[in-house]
């Protein structure tokens, strides 16, 4: 299916840094998911967002739904080691969702 | 609340053989279930959309004869990788949605065929 432009494609910070990804799209989405995904495991919900400009935090997570309903951002302050993983973005639209290709997140402690 | 288990997580089989795979939502009712396959360092691929008691709806060049989905029931969905071989080795993922906007993954399956 339709995969979502997910940016960047990896990063490598040191401890304590701010992250910031985002996903965009040419088409408009209902609802944006954003998923965490450690080896060898399934992706991991981490925030869900169903209103455009809506900014949702958990934790040290924050996420928004852009305002024209075509993007969303993920940002992560503070990171820590146990950050690290692939973090995805997904789009419904319909009973379809479409994933971003993912965003490979390094830690240095 | 909203866990998806999956069964096995690891299986390796002889090349030809058939291999099943559950999914199950262990606390909620799944409308849909969704299966996936990821190559190393790649994003989810779908492969196959499945409602309860209907025809699984496969994606363009997957084969539906090789990947066989049956959604028996709207807590269970199966998929069997029929006579398989090494180059259907991978990380196969399913998930479920329940009545609302939101996707729940299972941790996966590895399958590997020697």
């Known amino acids: 299916g339709q995969q979502l432009n997910q940016s960047p494609q990896s990063m490598f910070i040191q401890e304590g840094e701010d992250v910031s990804m985002n996903c965009t799209s040419s088409s408009i989405f209902n609802t944006w998911l954003w998923y965490k995904q450690e080896p060898g495991e399934g992706p991991v919900l981490l925030i869900a967002l169903y209103k455009a400009g809506e900014l949702t935090s958990n934790g040290r997570l924050t996420a928004q739904f852009g305002i024209t309903r075509k993007d969303s951002f993920l940002n992560i302050s503070a990171s820590i080691p146990s950050d690290v993983g692939i973090y995805f973005c997904a789009g419904r639209r319909g009973g379809q969702f479409y994933f971003g290709t993912g965003t490979s997140l390094t830690v240095i402690p | 609340g909203a866990v998806v288990s999956q069964h096995p997580s690891r299986v390796i089989c002889k090349s030809g053989t058939s291999v099943k795979i559950e999914c199950r939502s262990l606390d909620f009712q799944a409308t849909t279930m969704f299966w996936y396959r990821q190559f190393p360092k790649q994003s989810l691929m779908l492969m196959a959309t499945?409602?309860?008691?209907?025809?699984?709806?496969?994606e363009q060049g997957v084969e539906k004869d090789k990947f066989l989905i049956n959604h028996a029931s709207l807590t269970l969905s199966t998929l069997t990788v029929t006579s398989a071989h090494p180059e259907d080795s991978s990380f196969y993922i399913c998930s479920a949605r329940d009545y609302g906007d939101e996707q729940f993954f299972g941790p996966g399956t590895r399958l590997t065929v020697l």
């Open positions: 499945s409602n309860e008691g209907s025809k699984a709806t496969y």
